[in-house]
């Protein structure tokens, strides 16, 4: 176990003195169940070093499919290397959730599995892009999570997980409806959304 981390940390030592950086983009933060997303996987380095890539990819849980897709994940362009591709969920994968809920409760306790990552507010994302890089003739593979990347006007840069979420969501508008005692009987109204994540949208009936 120690020396498969030495072994990380060698290969992050000669990214760094080669300046080679791996950045994996998806095209939005929630994927529908059943649906697809568009990812990048890019690789930065200095026209002049000695690197040379010889593949590239994306790694997703088992089920999903990861097929060569098409570029719109904005700044592809400007990476002296770039892959896209097409990642299909399966229809009845799970939704995204904290992984501290996956699990019931033990009273007040919350409870997780052996894999979960005790203590971090959230788990990994569910999809890690690589890249394989020769540098000055050694062949070392760089991995990156897929993220989802916006700008705030105020914080900048945000970067979150991809996420599954359902093809429909059901909300109410109103978070607190006080209705009175009283013989009489009363109407109040009440604010249902329904949000469609499929990329198509939803039809509605009835």
Same mark, same amino acid.
């Given at each position: ?5 030495k072994e990380d940390d060698f290969v992050e030592?000669?990214?760094? /003195? ?11 933060? @929630?994927?529908?169940?059943?649906? !697809?997303? /568009? ?9 002049? =070093? ?6 590239? @990819?994306? *790694?997703?849980?088992?089920?999903? %499919?990861?097929?060569? +897709? %098409?570029?719109?994940?904005? +700044? /592809? ?5 770039? *892959? ?18 996956? $699990?019931?409760?033990? +009273? ?5 599995? #052996?894999? #979960?990552?005790? #203590?971090?507010?959230? =788990?990994? @994302? ?11 003739? !050694?062949? $070392? !593979?760089?991995?990156?999570? $897929?993220?989802? *990347?916006? /700008?705030? *006007?105020v914080r900048g840069e945000i970067r979150r997980?991809?996420? &599954?979420?359902?093809?429909?969501? $059901?909300? &109410? ?6 209705v009175p005692l009283g013989t009489e009987p009363?109407?109040?109204? &009440?604010?249902? %959304?329904? !949000?469609?994540?499929? #990329?198509? @949208?939803?039809?509605?009936? +009835?």
């Amino acid at each position: 176990l120690l020396l498969s981390y030495k072994e990380d940390d060698f290969v992050e030592a000669l990214a760094r /003195a080669a300046g080679v950086v791996v950045d994996a983009l998806a095209a939005r933060e @929630g994927v529908p169940q059943g649906g !697809t997303v /568009a990812a990048t996987v890019r690789a930065f380095y200095s026209p002049d =070093a000695a690197v040379r890539v010889l593949d590239a @990819g994306i *790694r997703a849980p088992e089920g999903w %499919t990861v097929a060569p +897709g %098409t570029a719109n994940v904005p +700044g /592809a362009e400007r990476a002296p290397f770039s *892959r896209a591709f097409a990642i299909s969920v399966p229809s009845g994968v799970e939704p995204t959730q904290p992984y501290f809920l996956a $699990v019931p409760r033990d +009273g007040d306790r919350y409870g997780w599995n #052996a894999e #979960a990552p005790k #203590a971090a507010p959230f =788990a990994q @994302g569910p999809l890690v892009g690589w890249v394989t890089v020769e540098i000055a003739g !050694t062949a $070392v !593979t760089l991995e990156k999570r $897929v993220d989802y *990347r916006y /700008a705030d *006007r105020v914080r900048g840069e945000i970067r979150r997980n991809v996420n &599954v979420v359902p093809a429909l969501t $059901v909300g &109410v508008d109103s978070p607190l409806l006080i209705v009175p005692l009283g013989t009489e009987p009363s109407r109040h109204p &009440v604010v249902v %959304t329904v !949000t469609s994540h499929a #990329a198509g @949208g939803a039809g509605t009936e +009835g």
